[in-house]
């Protein structure tokens, strides 16, 4: 049996719309026991996802000389947004129902990681994000992905420039 993410996903999503107040956007994860809520246009479509640590931003003060017109998507506009819109964090990294399912397995503090992915790119953040998680000493990686798209273009998402900047240190 294949076993895509459409076998494990939730089928109620609970979400918010990009002008959802803050305290509305606070008061569903909490209703309803999540730590994230996807940001959906009128179409449905998910243009983000605010969690609780962008809500926690609120309660922080933002750094002398880094104010939201500074960094316009840095925390300290996010410390004074007041709804999901300048809360979340854009794009949504998302995966299609029909995608395969990555089996994970730890055996003596090693993560072997199977399946099949759409791109490279993922595969390559995937491995990285399991790495990262303490207790874990090694990742044996051995996806697969549809297209290796490593050479077609840098990928600027936030996640991939967090993991170059790591990789220049």
């Given at each position: 049996?294949?076993?895509?993410?459409?076998?494990?996903?939730?089928?109620?999503?609970?979400?918010?719309?990009?002008?959802?107040?803050?305290?509305?956007?606070a008061e569903r994860m909490h209703e309803h026991r999540v730590s994230?809520?996807?940001?959906?246009?009128?179409?449905?479509?998910?243009?983000?996802?605010?969690?609780?640590?962008d809500?926690?931003?609120?309660?922080?003060?933002?750094?002398?000389?880094r104010g939201p017109l500074a960094d316009p998507q840095g925390d300290a506009a996010k410390a004074v947004a007041r709804n999901a819109a300048a809360l979340m964090t854009s794009p949504a990294v998302t995966v299609r129902p029909g995608a395969s399912l990555t089996t994970v397995a730890v055996?003596?503090?090693?993560?072997?990681l199977e399946g099949e992915l759409e791109t490279?790119?993922?595969g390559r953040i995937l491995t990285r994000l399991v790495g990262?998680?303490?207790?874990?000493?090694?990742?044996?990686?051995?996806?697969?992905?549809k297209?290796?798209?490593?050479g077609?273009?840098?990928?600027?998402?936030p996640l991939a420039l967090h993991f170059a900047a790591d990789e220049r240190e």
């Open positions: 049996m294949s076993w895509t993410v459409a076998t494990v996903m939730a089928k109620e999503v609970v979400t918010v719309p990009p002008g959802a107040a803050y305290k509305e956007v994230a809520l996807p940001v959906v246009d009128p179409e449905h479509r998910v243009i983000g996802v605010v969690s609780e640590a809500l926690l931003l609120k309660e922080e003060r933002p750094m002398p000389g055996e003596d503090g090693v993560v072997r490279c790119s993922l990262a998680v303490e207790g874990v000493v090694g990742v044996d990686s051995r996806l697969r992905w297209l290796d798209d490593t077609l273009r840098p990928d600027t998402s």
